[in-house]
């Protein structure tokens, strides 16, 4: 018969490995939003690059990435924890289940940058800002709390895509000899399809079924959120 501490960590579990799939569902809706923006010539070369991007940064954050973000080291970089062989869970749940977890905004980060740049590339940081954050790093160490990915992944995705479209300039034809804009008409209307956006946004908010509490984030490491004055489903068995 299992015990309640037991019923805890099998709930959290449950909570991230959810949480996970629906960040990895905001690669839908980067994949709708970037191909409505773009020209349809255009289309199947972004929604390829919004595929390989996931599967390339998946293998990367299991080869080095992870280690790179929560491995013992120092206040600037993980240095342990290779291809995850010694590497431990940054919360209170399976190794591999945390690791999901981050590998999916790891895929985000990587598809705002393609993004920023599209129609300019054929088919880029983000381990090293977490670990400043949530592997222990210096930031950390100030008193930093990032909410809900909003500086380890989309101010750092968004900074390095900012980066490559000033160096790959504007696209061929945006702009007319005299220097005013050339509109460029995408394939689709793409705002509806930023419900797949925040349907992934919404599983970014912790690690952790929390139990009723009122601080304004919590500490585990991995985004923070607010958190509210409910009953948790483990609280709950209590009663039951």
């Known amino acids: ?20 799939f629906l960040v990895f569902f905001m690669q839908a809706g980067f994949g709708m939003v970037e191909a409505g923006f773009i020209r349809a010539k ?3 070369n972004i929604l390829t690059k919004n595929f390989l991007d996931f ?4 293998l990367g954050f299991f080869a080095f990435g992870y280690a790179i973000m929560f491995g013992t ?3 600037f970089i993980g240095l342990k924890g290779w291809f995850l062989m010694g590497a431990e869970s940054g919360a209170d749940v399976p190794l591999f289940a945390f690791w999901l977890f981050q590998a999916a905004f790891c895929g985000a980060a990587a598809t705002i940058v393609a993004g920023g740049m599209a129609e300019r590339m054929r088919f880029p940081s983000y381990p090293i800002v977490g670990h400043w954050v949530w592997g222990g790093g210096w930031i950390s160490t100030i008193g930093f709390a990032d909410f809900a990915g909003s500086t380890v992944v989309h101010t750092t995705g968004g900074i390095a895509a900012l980066v490559g479209t000033m160096i790959l300039k504007p696209r061929i034809g945006k702009y ?3 220097g005013s804009p050339n509109m460029i008409p995408g394939t689709i209307f793409p705002s509806h399809h930023s419900a797949f956006l925040f349907s992934g946004l919404a599983g970014s908010a ?9 601080e304004t984030a919590s500490s585990s490491p991995g985004p923070q959120s607010t958190q509210i ?3 948790s489903p483990a609280e709950s068995l209590r009663w039951v």
């Open 55 to 58: 599967c390339m940064a998946s």
């Open 73 to 75: 080291g120092n206040v």
């Open 1 to 20: 018969m299992p015990n309640f501490a037991d019923i805890v960590v099998g709930l959290d579990t449950v909570w991230v490995l959810i949480s996970a």
């Open 42 to 44: 255009n289309a199947t």
């Open 206 to 214: 912790s690690t952790q079924v929390q139990p009723s509490v009122s």
């Open 229 to 231: 004055s409910l009953p």
């Open 176 to 178: 007319r000899a005299d």
